[in-house]
């Protein structure tokens, strides 16, 4: 009974900050029935790390879902944020097949920025009642190697800490930033793309969902119209179509990953206030999903 009245109190709740209407909410409360004492990985990215409306409506949902055992792992990079540090500094950015070479120096002002956006996101967090906790490269939660020389501290991720993530306190929700731990001890660690560790994360932990927010709506197909749900297969039809290509090619492929590892779906979905709980917990979601067939 409890959980009853607790589950109607968060769908409400959703309702009112998301605007559902009835058949919403009665889509929805399935759905958080459904999720409960489940993982979902959430990489967030896109306008929402920098625009600041846009982070505490998230933060506010993945509370409300915490309430119903639903719980949210957060990741994290900020290749905008760092951009932005490293023209202050005059310092001017790198990039080799579209990633940053991170030489020592980057490699550190990668990780004090990506700190700073654990510590808003913690801060909004632990303004909810719960418990944010920054899982940082010193936490050995994400371990990685060198992914190429020319790129210096641009990492790949080898070793997931499961354990350490399971041994959470029931108020603590995770935030694991994309400067992560090296494979081999004494290196200062590795600046990893964090499409590729949430990929990682999902895969290691075998989570319900993994979501990426990015920039865009989803895939789109030839005429630029979003598809809704994608296999394996169709998707390497779009790749060799030339379909799917540059930046999309990669957050395609971290998708693909975790369904080879039990992950029930993975999601592409753009980065603003409403569209992580309106691609959860509604049948039509609004980004792109990635399946297996049955």
Do not use: W
């Not at 540090?85 to 990780?111: C, D, N, Y």
């Not at 004090?112 to 996101?121: C, D, K, T």
């Amino acid at each position: 009974m409890q959980h009853k009245i607790l589950l109607l109190e968060t769908a409400r709740k959703l309702a009112e900050q998301h605007h559902f209407d009835g058949p919403a909410l009665r889509q929805a409360i399935p759905y958080l029935e459904e999720f409960a004492g489940k993982k979902i990985v959430l990489k967030i990215g896109g306008s929402i790390l920098h625009n600041t409306s846009l982070l505490p409506p998230l933060i506010s949902d993945i509370v409300f879902l915490k309430r119903l055992d639903i719980n949210v792992i957060i990741i994290h990079g900020g290749a905008k944020q760092v951009d932005a540090r490293m023209q202050q500094l005059g310092l001017q950015p790198e990039k080799i097949g579209g990633l940053r070479v991170s030489p020592r120096e980057v490699l550190e002002l990668a990780h004090e920025v990506f700190i700073e956006i654990s510590q808003s996101i913690k801060d909004g967090i632990d303004a909810c009642g719960y418990t944010g906790v920054i899982l940082d490269r010193d936490s050995d939660i994400v371990r990685a190697r060198q992914k190429k020389i020319e790129l210096h501290y641009v990492g790949e991720p080898t070793h997931v800490n499961t354990a350490r993530l399971r041994q959470l306190a029931v108020d603590e929700i995770p935030i694991i930033p994309a400067v992560t731990a090296s494979q081999v001890t004494g290196e200062p660690g590795f600046n990893v793309n964090a499409d590729e560790v949430a990929s990682a994360v999902a895969s290691e932990l075998q989570a319900e969902k993994l979501i990426l927010m990015t920039d865009v709506d989803g895939v789109q197909d030839a005429n630029g119209s979003v598809i809704s749900t994608l296999t394996p297969a169709e998707v390497k039809g779009l790749i060799d179509a030339n379909v799917i290509r540059n930046g999309m090619l990669p957050k395609v492929q971290a998708c693909l990953l975790p369904l080879e590892h039990g992950v029930h779906k993975s999601h592409i979905i753009r980065g603003d206030a409403d569209s992580f709980i309106n691609e959860i917990l509604t049948d039509s979601g609004v980004g792109t999903q990635f399946v297996k067939p049955a």
